[in-house]
């Protein structure tokens, strides 16, 4: 059958666009009238004028939308009041006005500051009422709440105070003219005069004592989750304090921060699969950036010897716990330096980062399976521990390992196979020297790292971009930084030699010609840098997002970033089109 043939038996549903059957359209329909007419019920009931939303708890989302649509409607069309102002002249935020008013002594209990006049605005999260002519409501705003105590002997036209306080809900936007006060119980409050409507808010709250439970709400509604949970804003308040503090401490050792390139034609700097994307004006594709790296490296050839970048970078893998296809990253470059200063910083910088965010202690807890599971009690205070990785494999396989300057080859290769196997260490394939150390390396160390601790040692097969150790022949000057068993940073003595930088990036063409899609390209315009000149240099990068799961006590990747990535919505009531269409979130993403 024809595709006009099926699309002259769909019909568009009115309300949401979508084409279905006329089965299912008469369906929706009589469902749609009978909950207008339960919403009429409700409306039409008699209600005593001091609980106007009495009726409203027996109300199911939809019916509740519906009937505060059709009040909020009402109002647009009478202007009495205007529920969507222009403007409210706040004169004070909460926060100050609990740190002006809210000291002990200041306001005594039951009595209010005559001749301060305050205006305040925020998020209603509860209302209580007691009699027509008094009502509490909780204000919330930038992390804190303070009381509203609405009495009709305040209010500035009293007649109208109850018809005045019938309009506000749960999760509206107010604006509060009134004097600081403190109710009989010695509460800090403020007791209005005015009282307006700034945006009212259409959906039903989540109860303020369970909260809003359910994770995937959470995530792809996190202006909900931001709205009833402080934990959450506590959580993306101290991510925005990590940036803060990496930034200022870079910039007082003298570093510029920079910004690199999101696209380009070579996806370097990193062993990970990148992300393809087109641009349409040069027909070109091009890959987002899994490492801003090589740009970085660049930049210090042409002088500026100390250079960081704080960004998003992406790559196309798997998503976990631990792992998101998009996150930030901090990478500096410091000329004359190299894998041991960067320890060293790192130490400070983590140290310091730590006490700055806990009160002056070093030691931070961190459950891995969530509140109620194990526990980890990591200690940030230098030094840290750090484990050689050969001598390390060695010490917990019980085997010898072929001499380093051998562990490319193909009698290693077998070798690291063999151990594999003889340990039920898991490697797919391409199972290449670099992937199958790599396991070995997750089986037997990073548990070891619960505190923050260095693994040195690795073998050049792993590290393109490092810088051969200068006493250690086949092993590199690198350290990747593990705590909790997880890495959340890496740092080279930077390769500077031409040539064999180009040896390196041609044994990396070889592993991705072997299926290896994270393996890098060989990037000329970077060689020809290298040509150029660049100093003995340190780079180091490190994950933010995981670092703040440390630091926050976040289990999953996804409690950490705001708009995290989401498989889309399955739309079940549109299956008798031809092609499903997934619904995605309001901010788009998927």
Known sequence: MSEETNAVKLHKDPVTGELISKTELKRREKQRDKEARKVERVAASPQPPSNPSQNEDDLNPNQYFELR????????ETQSPNPYPHKFEVTKSITAFIEEYGAEGRIRPGEK?????????????????????????????????????????????????????NVFRRGDIVGVIGKPSRSQKGELSISPSKMVLLAPNLHQLPSGHFGLKDQETRYRKRYLDLIVSEDT???????????????????????????????SMIAGGATAK????????LNLDL?????????????????????????????????????????????FYMAYADMYDLMDIT???????????????????????????????????APWPRYDMIETLEEKTGTKFPPADTLHTEKANKFL???????????????????????????????????????????QVMSPLAKWHRSRPGLCERFEGFMCG????????????????????????????????????????????????????????????????????SPNIKEVLLFPAMKPIENVTNVSTAVPVPTLAASGQV
């Not at 991510?239 to 696209?263: D, H, Q």
């Not at 050839?301 to 716990?321: K, M, S």
């Open 113 to 165: 500051l005559e001749g301060v006049i305050v205006a305040l605005a925020g998020r209603i999260r509860t209302v209580r009422n007691s009699g027509p002519k008094l009502r509490f409501y909780d204000l919330h705003g930038e992390g804190t709440r303070v009381q509203i105590l609405a009495n009709a002997k305040d209010a500035e036209n009293q007649e109208d105070f109850v018809e005045t306080h």
């Open 69 to 76: 649509s059709r009040a909020i409607l009402k109002l647009k």
């Open 233 to 263: 804003r506590r959580i993306f308040i101290t991510r925005a304090k990590v940036i803060n503090y990496i930034r200022t401490y870079l910039n007082n050792l003298g570093f510029l921060e920079v910004e690199t390139p999101m696209m």
């Open 274 to 281: 990148p992300f393809i994307t087109h641009h349409n004006d």
């Open 486 to 553: 997880k890495e959340f940073c890496n740092a080279y003595t930077e390769l500077n030699d031409p040539f064999e930088q180009r040896l390196r990036f041609e044994e990396q063409s070889r592993q991705k010609e072997q299926g290896d899609d994270e393996a890098q390209a060989i990037d000329e315009t970077f060689v020809n840098a290298l040509e150029h000149g660049l100093p003995p240099t340190g780079g180091w990068g490190m994950g933010i997002d995981r670092l703040v799961m440390f630091l926050t006590d």
């Open 287 to 331: 890959y987002l950036r899994v490492a801003p790296e090589l740009y970085l490296k660049e930049l210090t050839v042409g002088g500026f010897d100390r250079v960081f970048e704080i960004g998003r970078v992406f790559r196309n893998e798997g998503i976990d716990l631990t792992h998101n296809p998009e996150f930030t990253i901090c990478e």
């Open 347 to 381: 130490e400070n910088m983590l140290e310091g980062m730590v006490k700055y965010l806990n009160k002056g202690s070093t030691v931070v807890k961190f459950h891995p399976e969530g509140k109620d599971g194990k526990e980890y009690v990591m200690d940030f205070k």
């Open 417 to 459: 196979r063999d151990l594999c196997q003889k340990h039920n260490v898991e490697c797919s394939e391409p199972r290449t020297n670099a992937r199958l150390l790599d396991k070995l390396v997750g089986e037997f160390i990073e548990p070891l790292c619960i505190s923050p601790a260095f693994i040195v040692g690795h073998p």
